[in-house]
């Protein structure tokens, strides 16, 4: 059924939108698989596996679980981004694009480990709020930011063409 909607939605995208404007929607359904992958991992560590290592790093509380989460999610839409969001079948660029993506990803998976904990320890406000599941607030509010500037980087950065290039 998701791919079914997905197939429905790339279709109407491509005949109705610009390729930019094309793309920035294949990214989202691809952080929507992402968000699924992050999630699914980081609810079934801590609350099923019963994994709650939090530990602490320059002053700042690091949660593991989601350090493995978000590394799972990573490895799994750079492949999505490559082949279907981007489109960019060229095996010769695979080494090349894999240590772009890593430096845009791993930017942002250092942000993603430091807002996260951030609002979950640091914003006594979303902890009024959401009370124990504030971590999962934190999260949601990170996951925002960061899909804006995964995708710039992905664009303009790990998977960009270079001038003449097909």
Same mark, same amino acid.
């Given at each position: ?39 699914s991992? @980081?609810?079934? +560590? ?11 790093? +320059?002053? @700042? ?21 490559? @082949?279907?969001?981007?489109?960019d079948?060229?095996?010769?660029? +695979? ?9 845009? @990803?791993?930017?942002?998976y ?21 009370g124990?599941?504030?971590d ?9 930011f ?21």
């Open positions: 059924m998701l791919l079914r909607t997905a197939t429905a939605l790339q279709s109407a995208a491509h005949r109705h939108l610009p390729p930019s404007l094309r793309e920035f929607v294949k990214f989202g359904l691809v952080g929507s698989v992402g968000f699924v992958i992050d999630f991992a @980081y609810l079934v +560590l801590p609350r099923l596996v019963g994994w709650t290592t939090v530990f602490t790093v +320059l002053g @700042y509380q690091i949660i593991a679980p989601n350090l493995v989460s978000v590394f799972l999610t990573v490895f799994a839409i750079f492949f999505f981004n490559k @082949y279907w969001t981007f489109r079948p060229r095996s010769e660029e +695979l080494a090349r694009q894999g240590v772009r993506f890593s430096l845009v @990803y791993l930017f942002t250092i942000l993603n480990q430091i807002l996260t904990s951030f609002f979950t320890f640091r914003v006594e406000a979303l902890r009024d709020f959401f124990s599941k504030v999962i607030a934190a999260k949601l509010l990170t996951v925002g960061i899909a804006f500037l995964n995708f710039s980087g992905s664009k303009f950065f790990a998977f960009r063409r270079r001038r003449g290039a097909v």
